[in-house]
């Protein structure tokens, strides 16, 4: 496609589910970006990958949390036993070069609620 | 306390108003960025800057390296300009540092 395509757009989960969140980077983008974003604020770092490379991992915030992007296109955010601290929208984006150097582009976002 | 603070946080205004949004940030940037996200989620990059300023139509975005402060400017603002204006810095390991956002509602 066009854009950055992420799915599912809504989830729902119960407290202890495990949930995958895709993201689809428009082809040919070397960087992904995933982002938090709690109801009301602005949207906090998660992790980022250079092609298959994560290189940035620190704002995961347990070890409940975990990504990957295998082939260096498309990339999965898993979050294992969620908690209800955990809903929010997690934002995708990708950038040809990286965030420094290129513009962003964003996914819709999968809205996550944990009941 | 945030690396990155905007302000006003609220802002309603008539249409149009000439409107200024502003962007502090703590450390240095390799660049800055603005971004527009209306409700339902979906975030649009406006500007990406390091130095100067840009335009593009209605927005302007300046930025000035040495005070550490961007601002972004809409002129002749309309109601369709409603919408929540993200001021994000890049810089270190490549991702952003987001502010809060500025919620900006334009009454026709």
């Known amino acids: 496609g066009a854009g950055v395509s992420q799915s599912p757009r809504y989830k729902v989960a119960k407290r202890g589910q495990d949930v995958a969140l895709r993201c689809d980077p428009i082809s040919g983008h070397v960087s992904l970006f995933w982002y938090q974003q709690a109801l009301g604020q602005g949207p906090e770092f998660l992790t980022y990958?250079?092609?298959?490379?994560?290189?940035?991992k620190s704002g995961l915030p347990s070890d409940r949390f975990f990504a990957e992007r295998p082939e260096g296109s498309v990339s999965t955010l898993k979050i294992q036993r969620t908690q209800q601290e955990d809903s929010a929208v997690y934002l995708c984006?990708?950038?040809?070069?990286?965030?420094?150097?290129?513009?962003?582009?964003f996914g819709e976002g999968s809205r996550l609620t944990v009941l | 306390k945030n690396e990155v603070e905007q302000s006003p946080q609220n802002l309603t205004a008539q249409e149009g108003e000439f409107i200024t949004i502003n962007c502090s940030y703590s450390?240095?940037?390799?660049?800055l960025h603005w971004l527009q996200q209306h409700p339902g989620g979906g975030i649009v990059s406006l500007f990406m800057?390091?130095?100067g300023k840009k335009k593009h139509g209605r927005l302007i975005a300046t930025i000035n390296i040495q005070e550490k402060h961007s601002s972004l400017h809409i002129t002749a603002s309309h109601p369709r300009d409603s919408a929540v204006y993200i001021c994000a810095r890049g810089g270190g390991a490549d991702g952003l540092t987001f502010g809060k956002g500025t919620h900006l509602i334009i009454q026709p």
């Open positions: 450390v240095g940037i390799s660049a």
């Open positions: 800057l390091s130095s």
């Open positions: 984006a990708s950038s040809f070069s990286g965030a420094n150097t290129g513009e962003l582009f």
């Open positions: 990958f250079q092609n298959e490379a994560q290189l940035d």
